[in-house]
């Protein structure tokens, strides 16, 4: 689902998607802070990650930042 879908579904009061929403948030979240810190490469990144984010499931490892580049990071 894009994340305008999962909106739209928990707007509408479907509750299944309780879990999906809070990866997403939990993502936007990590990306948020990561911009704070971030040199403009960096940042690129980070844009380009909440772009996936759109396309992408939630649970695959496609749209997860690199262990090495969060930990880089800070």
């Known amino acids: ?3 305008r ?4 579904a928990l707007q509408g009061g479907d509750l299944s998607v309780v879990s999906e929403v809070a990866d997403v948030l939990g993502e936007l979240a990590d990306v ?3 911009l704070k810190e971030a040199n403009w490469l960096e940042q690129r ?5 909440v772009k996936q984010l759109d ?3 939630y ?3 496609e749209v997860k ?5 969060y930990h880089m990071w800070f």
Do not use: K, V
Request: with cysteine; aromatic share 16%; hydrophobic share 40%.
């Open 5 to 8: 879908e999962l909106y739209d």
């Open 65 to 69: 930042f690199p262990a090495e580049s």
């Open 1 to 3: 689902m894009t994340i």
């Open 32 to 34: 948020i802070d990561m």
């Open 45 to 49: 990144e980070a844009i380009e990650h």
């Open 55 to 57: 396309f992408c499931n």
């Open 59 to 61: 649970y695959s490892s």
